[in-house]
């Protein structure tokens, strides 16, 4: 499916999960280490808590578009927060794969149209277009 690109930007990699990440324009720097659990030091991020603040923003900024959109539904509360939770491990077939796990608080808001909203955001939103077909992604609203 072709994609209208509105936005492009790239990073740089060196030494793989152990060394750095860095957005071209330089916003972005951080000490890349795998985590202990992984047999690393820990002492800098991963690409799983990298992918898991990607993934929570973009959700969140995909529950406010589709909010908006619909100007007769509800009004997403500035205290709503999307917590997204990654894991990594191996994979039966070989290989690695990783779990996505989504907890959506919106406050003040019912359960059916909080849980209406995130249905419609998940259709919407690029990651979870990404990650369809490929990880379970799992959604909680709380």
Do not use: W
């Not at 900024?61 to 997204?84: F, L, R, W």
């Not at 077939?93 to 779990?99: R, Y």
């Not at 919106?106 to 490929?134: F, I, W």
């Amino acid at each position: 499916m072709p994609v209208d690109v509105k936005y492009t930007t790239s990073a740089t990699a060196t030494g793989g999960r152990d060394g750095r990440a860095r957005t071209q324009d330089g916003s972005l720097d951080v000490k890349l280490a795998p985590p202990k659990e992984m047999g690393g030091s820990g002492d800098g991020n991963n690409p799983e808590q990298l992918f898991a603040a990607g993934y929570s923003a973009c959700f969140l900024g995909a529950i406010k578009a589709v909010a908006n959109a619909d100007k007769s539904g509800p009004k997403v509360p500035q205290d709503a927060t999307v917590t997204a939770t990654v894991g990594i491990g191996p994979r039966s077939e070989g290989g690695f794969g990783i779990t996505a796990a989504l907890e959506i608080s919106l406050p003040g808001l019912d359960k059916a149209s909080a849980e209406a909203l995130v249905q419609k955001a998940h259709q919407v939103c690029p990651y979870s277009n990404a990650t369809r077909n490929n990880v379970d992604v799992k959604l909680t609203v709380v």
